[in-house]
């Protein structure tokens, strides 16, 4: 197989600072570099850097939104790590991170392997992605409808003579259900994206398979998954990114007053029932809460660039 | 410290809320004078949303006064999300002179922060027939209910009463209007009796917590009048979770736990599932608050009568519950005279009947209410003692966090009355290592 291979790092664009002396044309980008990045690199330091540094500094006290604010240090971190509520929030941040990630491209995968020899993939396709472009709000206005006691789901089997159906929507089976529903909304956006870099794959790979008498497996473990890999990667820190932040679905399935049920809570959760849940105004804890997400998802990124790092292959 | 932080706070506000903040400022003037003269506009953001009926009693109030005192009201329908948008705002120039809220949700955010304005003014200011609004308040709520500041003042100009009860459909069970039980042993009996008959003796959204926990509030204040939980609540070491008097109570919510009294299926069904329930008749009583008719009203049987008797009585206790909701002006606010005046003008007779023929309580006793809240009303009037909605805590984070995880587990059946005071015991005292 032809596939040749080299270094990111040795684009063009990629480090204008990286080669000196690089001519008339390298003199010249170094000198437009400020005007043209200083804008962005501004706007960027005033609503990312600045509110960061500002939320790290409300973290350090007790505050409840307005009025005074009494600096405790980092007290509002020690109690998230003795508190058995952001424990278990934590949990069920990495719980949808790792199995619904897992999930969603196992099945994101398998449908792409599918769809690609499949007729009519193009309409497939939509209606895989259509649950992603359903607001979440109508999920929660469906969710009381299927699984209610006297709901569609209970209706239907009870025709098929179960009589005692498990409580759907029992605070322990709440967050099950979520998963699913997650899983359910997010397969078909990732399995748009991996189809499109599967569809970027020449045709004569194929063809090179099958005349050498490679198997499906074989095929997909020595072309589909080398010539796809930097997409997985790019899904990867998207999922990772995405299911730190899931709040809006925890909180229109779980939230018929003014909070979910707390064994559902994720990170995200937590940081607004701490800052905004009727009697709760603790904006330092809830803060040092979103903080300490932040940390995760950066962390998180960065290992899982590290583990997916490979060579660009161009083909 | 403080004053430091205001002021970085203030200078990190973006360049469009000061914008605002100026723009506001230039068309309201400087005239908190309190003089009546007209002219001035003051800016209230109201607790309810266009289209409720109670937006469209206090609108009808705001065209009455704009026009008697040439004032111009600025009003913005936030709705109940009014507070957070307030505790906003507090960090900028832009500060509405006068919100409104439910004495639970404005004490966190505007007393306990020491943020709300004495309103002396206002209890002084005539109301819309010309009385001075002070005399219109009922005494026995403003003593029951905290709305004092430290400095004696009040802080807020109830206008609503919330209280809870016992519904019931009383063009089928008529006779729970002339004879409702009044102790735990009848209220048992009268559960039997449904059950006996098929009918499921007690509907409950499973899912609110808050619900939830009126039952365990109201048992343990029925052990020893209003304040008791919160007494209990405030114990640094969570202990006084283990009383004798507090598993009592909690094994009465067990009784009726284990006994199947509840709706089947009411530990996983999702609002309004099991109120809907009620209000069709698949069961016989709901515990909730003064709001239900009106709630339920989109979906009712044909020829449902809400009525109500009150929580039966455990011991001595009979305390009702009461809650105000009520207007409140921000420290920060700039035209707070004329606010004031509008909250008092709103005290009217007319806007308070206005009110209760929207199936609401007033706060005025000589209003006659609708046909629906009249056992309210009546069991209001004979109360010697009140108590508020868990009790009166305000323990930021302590509903949310301690109560509401614990309680849920008891009211849903997963753990004993046992197991319930022996976590909140270590929650508690969790809790309050975590504030100190």
Redesign the interface.
């Known amino acids: 197989m032809t596939v040749s291979t080299r270094e990111p790092s040795a684009l063009p664009a990629a480090s204008p600072r990286g080669r000196k002396g690089g001519g008339g044309i390298a003199h010249s980008r170094r000198r437009l570099f400020v005007p043209f990045v200083g804008p962005a690199l501004a706007f960027y330091t005033l609503v990312f850097v600045?509110p960061t540094f500002?939320a790290l500094w409300i973290s350090l006290?007790q505050w409840?939104?307005?009025?005074?604010?009494?600096?405790v240090g980092v007290r509002n971190y020690t109690?998230l790590v003795?508190?058995?509520?952001f424990l278990h929030a934590l949990v069920n941040t990495l719980e949808l991170l790792v199995v619904v990630g897992i999930a969603i491209f196992v099945l994101s995968f398998a449908m792409t392997l599918i769809l690609r020899d499949m007729a009519g993939r193009k309409v497939a396709r939509s209606i895989i992605f259509f649950p992603h472009l359903i607001n979440a709000l109508v999920y929660g206005a469906l969710?009381?409808f299927v699984?209610?006691?006297?709901g569609l789901v209970n209706t239907v089997l009870k025709a098929f003579g179960v009589t005692k159906p498990?409580?759907?929507?029992?605070?322990?089976?709440l967050f099950s259900l979520i998963m699913v529903a997650m899983i359910f909304m997010t397969t078909g956006y990732y399995t748009t994206i991996i189809m499109a870099g599967v569809d970027r794959i020449p045709l004569y790979y194929y063809e090179d398979c099958a005349m050498a008498g490679a198997n499906a497996w074989q095929r997909m473990r020595h072309v589909i998954l080398p010539l796809t890999w930097d997409v997985f990667g790019v899904c990867a820190v998207l999922w990772t990114i995405s299911s730190v932040k899931i709040f809006e679905i925890i909180w229109i399935f779980?939230a018929?007053?003014?909070?979910p049920?707390?064994q559902t809570w994720t990170v995200a959760v937590y940081t607004y029932?701490?800052g905004?849940?009727?009697?709760?105004?603790?904006y330092g804890?809830a803060t040092a809460a979103a903080i300490v997400s932040l940390v995760l998802v950066s962390v998180l990124v960065v290992l899982l660039r590290r583990v997916m790092r490979r060579d660009v292959i161009e083909f | 410290m403080a004053h430091r932080s205001t002021k970085t706070r203030t200078a990190l506000v973006s360049v469009t809320t000061l914008a605002l903040a100026l723009g506001a400022s230039a068309c309201s003037g400087s005239t908190s004078d309190g003089s009546s003269a007209g002219g001035k506009t003051f800016t209230y953001w109201s607790m309810w949303k266009e289209g409720e009926p109670q937006q469209k009693v206090i609108a009808a109030a705001i065209a009455d006064f704009e026009k008697q005192s040439g004032d111009k009201v600025n009003v913005q329908w936030v709705g109940r999300q009014n507070i957070t948008k307030l505790t906003a705002a507090l960090n900028t120039h832009n500060v509405p002179d006068l919100v409104d809220g439910s004495w639970a949700n404005t004490v966190p955010a505007l007393v306990n922060t020491d943020q709300a304005l004495g309103l002396s003014g206002a209890f002084a200011d005539k109301t819309a027939d010309g009385e001075t609004a002070s005399s219109v308040i009922p005494e026995k709520y403003t003593k029951s209910v905290d709305i004092n500041l430290p400095s004696g003042q009040p802080w807020m100009l109830p206008y609503n009463v919330q209280t809870d009860a016992f519904w019931f459909n009383a063009a089928k069970y008529p006779e729970l209007k002339t004879n409702p039980p009044k102790t735990w042993a009848e209220f048992i009996t009268l559960l039997d009796k449904f059950k006996s008959q098929g009918v499921a003796p007690i509907a409950a959204d499973g899912d609110v917590a808050g619900y939830n926990t009126y039952w365990i509030t109201t048992l343990i204040d029925r052990t020893g009048g209003p304040g008791t939980m919160k007494t209990i609540a405030s114990d640094k070491t969570g202990q006084a979770w283990k009383a004798p008097d507090v598993l009592a109570a909690a094994q009465k919510l067990e009784q009726l736990v284990k006994g199947g009294y509840f709706i089947n299926g009411y530990t996983a069904s999702k609002f309004p599932y099991q109120q809907t329930a009620f209000a069709n008749n698949k069961a016989a009583l709901i515990m909730m608050g003064s709001w239900l008719p009106t709630e339920a009203a989109a979906y009712e049987a044909p020829g449902f009568i809400p009525d109500s008797f009150p929580f039966p009585t455990t011991g001595t206790a009979d305390s009702q519950r009461l809650d105000l909701s009520g207007f409140v002006v921000p420290k920060k606010a700039k035209n707070t005279a004329t606010a004031q005046q509008f909250a008092a003008f709103f005290l009217g007779k007319k806007y308070q009947t206005m009110w209760a023929a929207n199936g609401g309580i007033p706060l005025r006793t000589d209003v006659s209410v609708g046909a629906s809240a009249q056992s309210e009303m009546t069991a209001l009037k004979g109360a010697k003692t009140f108590h508020q909605i868990n009790d009166g805590i305000t323990f930021t984070g302590y509903a949310t966090k301690v109560l509401n995880p614990a309680d849920d587990q008891l009211f849903l059946g997963k753990i004993t009355p046992q197991q319930f005071v022996d976590t909140m015991a270590s929650t508690q005292a969790d809790y309050w290592k975590s504030q100190s």
């Open positions: 600045v500002v006290h409840a939104g307005s009025g005074p604010m009494k600096w109690a003795h508190d058995k509520i969710i009381g699984f209610n006691p006297g498990p409580g759907w929507l029992a605070q322990d089976n779980g018929s007053s003014s909070a049920p707390t029932a701490t905004f849940a009727g009697d709760t105004l603790a804890a």
